[in-house]
């Protein structure tokens, strides 16, 4: 299986959302991901050092950023 994050709670998320449909990318040192309606990619922090990463990623999926 995939690692997304070395954060829990984000990778959690992350396989959460590719279950429901969200396309992962691959891109040179970040993953995406890309929502099934075609909207703009959110960039997955691999390595999130913010004890806020979580809350702010979360955000962005939800505003499809």
């Avoid at 449909?21 to 890309?34: D, E, F, S, V």
Wanted: hydrophobic share 30%.
């Amino acid at each position: 299986m995939v690692k997304y994050s070395n954060s829990r709670e984000i990778d959690t998320l992350v396989k959460e959302l590719v279950a429901e449909g969200w396309t992962p990318i691959r891109k040179k040192r970040h993953w995406q991901i890309a929502p099934p309606d075609g909207g703009k990619p959110c960039t997955i922090p691999k390595t999130p050092s913010d004890g806020r990463a979580y809350l702010n990623f979360k955000g962005d999926v939800k505003r499809g950023r």
